[in-house]
């Protein structure tokens, strides 16, 4: 029986993945390198990232094995993509009999541009069945699932009102909340003394404290400050992810915010579900470790290392890699 469990509510979504030379300009049509299609959505990237990073790749006469449960609690729609996307998720170890098949509702669906040359990435998302989870589903602690879990991991591709209660579910049940608010948006001041673990880029860093994003990538800014604003507000830890710069991160009991330079990488291919192999990593991490949840630079490096490991492939959750991996 495991001994932890973590709980990832949030999207499921069918990637269409187009790579191209460059980004198109309007009204401009250009032959695309490739097409794929793949399993994604942030939660679904999550809960992938938290399993494989949990445990060594499997083989045909080992499964899938970890001290660490994995759940996924959201919702796919009844239609050609849901039961592959339930499928690969079970065979990576993933418990995904929380997950809703709604019947008249599309699976969410993410259309992926990749840039050749720069490996960057746009992304344009249809919630689909994603957004049938309401704020009513999770008013009770046992809403949050059985056993109650050590961490629940959350993003913003499910209706913001949802999130909201879920994170004021959780704090009432004492249940620590890494929260990755991507796509971001602005959240309620009273939200931030139930977040244990905020996982932030600079884009949702300076949108969350009302900062211009050419004001914070500045070479020389100063993290600290937004740091010391989130942690004013409550929030436990804070980790801004800074791409190929590396991560800052603080806690309240710290001095000063600790940095880690990003793991260098041989090429890098596609940023997508970097930032969602960094969540997972992390979480594990600090699950494993246990205690009250404080971050540590150990668990920067894990994340940055594992995040430098997937933007070498191609793919969403085909680039997340196995601990053995790391």
């Known amino acids: 029986m495991s001994s932890k469990t973590i709980t990832i509510i949030g999207s499921l979504n069918v990637d269409l993945v187009t790579v191209t030379p460059r980004v198109p300009s309007g009204g401009e049509t250009l032959t695309a390198s490739s097409f794929s299609t793949g399993p994604g959505g942030k939660g679904a990237n999550q809960a992938v990232a938290c399993a494989r990073l949990s445990r060594s790749r499997p083989t045909s006469t080992s499964p899938p094995t970890s001290n660490i449960a994995i759940?996924?609690?959201?919702?796919?729609?009844?239609?050609?993509?849901?039961?592959?996307?339930?499928?690969?998720?079970?065979?990576?170890?993933?418990?995904?009999?929380?997950?809703?098949?709604?019947?008249?509702?599309?699976?969410?669906?993410?259309?992926?541009l990749v840039e050749e040359s720069s490996g960057e990435n746009r992304i344009l998302l249809n919630p689909g069945a994603n957004h049938t989870l309401q704020p009513e589903d999770f008013t009770s602690a046992a809403s949050l699932g059985t056993p109650?879990?050590?961490?629940?991991?959350?993003?913003?591709?499910?209706?913001?009102?949802?999130?909201?209660?879920?994170?004021?579910?959780?704090?009432?049940?004492?249940?620590?909340?890494?929260l990755n608010p991507a796509p971001a948006v602005k959240l309620p001041e009273e939200v931030y003394p139930g977040i244990?673990?905020?996982?932030?880029?600079?884009?949702?860093?300076?949108?969350?404290?009302?900062?211009?994003?050419?004001?914070?990538?500045?070479?020389?800014?100063?993290?600290?400050?937004?740091?010391?604003?989130?942690l004013c507000k409550g929030v436990t830890n804070v980790i801004i992810t800074l791409g190929s710069k590396g991560a800052v991160f603080a806690h309240s009991g710290m001095d000063k915010p600790g940095f880690v330079p990003a793991e260098k990488v041989a090429k890098v291919v596609d940023t997508t579900a970097a930032g969602d192999t960094f969540v997972g990593a992390y979480a594990v991490n600090v699950v494993r470790k246990g205690g009250n949840g404080v971050v540590g630079e150990e668990d920067i490096k894990l994340a940055c290392k594992a995040a430098g490991r997937t933007v070498e492939k191609q793919g969403a959750q085909s680039a997340i890699p196995w601990a053995d991996e790391i």
Request: overall charge negative; proline content about 6%; hydrophobic content about 45%.
């Open 196 to 230: 244990t673990h905020l996982i932030v880029n600079e884009t949702e860093a300076a949108l969350l404290t009302n900062r211009s994003v050419e004001e914070v990538e500045a070479p020389d800014y100063d993290w600290s400050t937004i740091i010391n604003e989130f």
């Open 71 to 112: 759940k996924m609690l959201g919702a796919a729609g009844a239609d050609e993509f849901g039961p592959p996307l339930l499928a690969g998720m079970a065979a990576d170890g993933i418990d995904i009999s929380s997950v809703s098949v709604v019947k008249g509702q599309t699976t969410g669906v993410a259309v992926i």
């Open 148 to 178: 109650t879990p050590d961490l629940i991991i959350m993003q913003l591709e499910i209706p913001i009102p949802t999130v909201l209660q879920i994170l004021k579910t959780a704090k009432e049940a004492k249940v620590q909340v890494l």
